[in-house]
């Protein structure tokens, strides 16, 4: 492991180059004073990634780093939500009288009632802790956290509406949907959209051993969000309609609905859209139409989605492959990446060889691209499978 390149890497940013060089690392590199100083490093330095990384590899987080400092401690203590979160991700029992848990716990308090960090997310830390140490405060409480900011994107109100959706439960969607329909205060209605979208999004991760559960509250709530499908003008709170909206919809084509939303002038409107939409549709060639507009949209991430909804569908044409032709040269890595495999999986010879190139750039499975080129392969081993089996 050389140290001096990953701190280097670490410094300015590179979190990319960070976890190729870890890759490899031995046990006895990881049970080193280096990686106590690379992770104590990544952690100052806001470099979620590359503490994850080590954490997983199970870097010792509790190991003091120098002069004593406790990790979880000090993490807590600045409000580096990200950071503390990668920290206790293998913390085995937060329950016990001095875990990781309750000494952040103690840290993030202390650094409120200190009014220490106005803009740091101790909020976002103690909801966090308390759900974990099994607090539950009422969705009120957790409401006037996340309003502490008023910031949609901020980790207080972020983690007040995560948790709050964790709970699945009659109360608290019966209280979602009375503060989505505040129309006083346009950031507690936008909270309560929020927590809308959360509850969705936590019953469909449910374990598969609960498949038989049901959404009880699903009809009422795909009642209420679509109507403001049309009617909604704030973008950042259209978006999280139209989230919503795809966990709730029970009609037989869901995509429909979001189809024109392809053409928002808002950049977050259409990035949510693109997550959504797909050509598998009864209106057809108006999604590919939709895809096809989203594939040229000044959103890198945004036309990476699109390009590869494009790439996936069983749609070839010119008029397609010049859209993944126009997206080789992509300033953007992956929406060259997935361009090149939409001309690879139609058998193009100039996306085989994008992806070769794409390839050779590659060091290791740590880097940009290793796993979106494994699903890449694997669908051209199934078309060359597909295609012998008819010959």
Not at 138 to 149: G, I
């Amino acid at each position: 492991m050389d140290l001096p390149l990953l701190l280097a890497a670490v410094e300015r940013g590179d979190e990319d180059t960070a976890l190729e060089l870890l890759f490899g690392a031995s046990a006895g590199d990881l049970a080193s004073e280096d990686a106590v100083t690379l992770l104590a490093a990544a952690a100052r330095a806001g470099r979620q990634r590359v503490v994850d990384h080590l954490v997983v590899w199970d870097v010792d987080v509790t190991r003091p780093w120098e002069g004593g400092v406790d990790p979880v401690a000090w993490a807590a203590e600045n409000g580096r939500y990200l950071v503390l979160e990668a920290l206790l991700s293998r913390s085995g029992d937060p329950l016990s009288d001095d875990s990781p848990h309750r000494r952040a716990l103690r840290a993030a308090q202390a650094a409120l009632a200190s009014g220490a960090g106005d803009g740091s997310a101790h909020r976002a830390i103690v909801t966090d802790l308390e759900a974990a140490l099994g607090v539950r405060h009422s969705p009120d409480e957790l409401l006037a956290r996340a309003l502490v900011h008023r910031d949609p994107d901020h980790d207080d109100w972020w983690a007040s509406a995560y948790q709050l959706g964790l709970r699945m439960d009659r109360e608290t969607f019966d209280w979602a949907l009375e503060t989505a329909r505040d129309t006083t205060d346009p950031d507690r209605r936008r909270f309560g959209l929020d927590v809308l979208n959360h509850l969705a999004i936590a019953f469909s991760a449910r374990p598969d051993d609960d498949e038989a559960v049901e959404l009880p509250f699903a009809r009422e709530a795909e009642d209420f969000l679509r109507p403001l499908l049309d009617g909604e003008q704030d973008p950042r709170t259209l978006s999280v309609v139209i989230r919503a909206l795809s966990f709730y919809d029970s009609s037989d084509d869901p995509v429909t609905a979001f189809l024109p939303y392809a053409h928002h002038a808002d950049p977050g409107v259409r990035a949510c859209v693109s997550t959504i939409i797909h050509s598998n549709t009864a209106r057809r060639e108006e999604a590919l139409a939709a895809l096809v507009h989203l594939a040229d949209d000044p959103v890198p991430v945004t036309r990476a989605n699109a390009l590869y909804k494009l790439a996936r569908s069983d749609v070839d044409t010119p008029e397609l492959r010049a859209v993944f032709a126009a997206h080789l040269a992509d300033p953007f890595f992956y929406a060259r990446l997935k361009a090149a495999a939409g001309l690879a999986l139609r058998g193009e010879e100039r996306g085989l060889a994008a992806l070769d190139e794409i390839r050779s750039g590659i060091k290791n499975m740590n880097s940009p691209g290793w796993g979106s080129l494994g699903v890449i392969d694997h669908l051209l081993r199934v078309r060359a499978e597909t295609a012998a089996g008819r010959n």
